[in-house]
């Protein structure tokens, strides 16, 4: 049994779910979220509360169970609070700022590296060395984040680079010389 299927989603004030056969829209302050579940889970909405079934205990269908629940939630949650992830920039002129919509980026290379947000994330940099990644999609935040961290790595000699705020970059010693 699936525990995290079988949990009901509650809907709070202010949201509108709205289901069409394997597609679901919600709608709430910050913004609208639509996707398409798989055809063989079957969702309802009854009241303020919403419940995800399977048809019958195939592996499949017991690992969609679980994943088609959470990705419903999460996109409640979105439309209600902002997701956002924390990225860290170390290294002696290693910079970031912000023009307009675009995020630039100081990372050692011989020009500065340019982001262009998709739709539906905004950058925020709080100081020279913090970026703060904003949406309401889960999945759109979380990739966007990795992709902004795949411009410099952080570097596990000297510990330069781009890392989320929370990751702890383990750290090698480096040449010993000789003995």
Do not use: W
Request: proline share 6%.
């Amino acid at each position: 049994m699936s525990r995290i299927g079988n949990k009901p989603i509650t809907v709070p004030e202010g949201v509108e779910v709205t289901l069409n056969e394997n597609h679901i829209t919600v709608k709430g302050p910050k913004g609208t979220l639509e996707r398409d579940f798989h055809k063989n889970m079957e969702v309802k909405l009854e009241g303020n509360t919403i419940t995800v079934k399977r048809p019958n205990d195939d592996p499949a269908n017991k690992s969609l169970h679980g994943l088609t629940r959470t990705l419903i939630n999460n996109m409640i949650e979105g439309v209600v609070h902002e997701y956002k992830k924390n990225l860290e920039i170390n290294g002696v002129g290693y910079r970031a700022q912000k023009k307009g919509n675009v995020l630039v980026m100081n990372l050692g290379y011989s020009h500065p590296v340019e982001m262009d947000p998709p739709e539906g994330i905004t950058f925020d940099v709080t100081d020279a060395n913090h970026i703060t990644v904003r949406g309401i999609d889960k999945e759109l935040v979380g990739q966007t984040a990795a992709v902004v961290r795949t411009k410099r790595p952080p570097e596990v000699y000297r510990g330069k680079g781009i890392k989320y705020e929370t990751e702890h970059i383990r750290r090698k010693e480096g040449k010993s010389g000789k003995k």
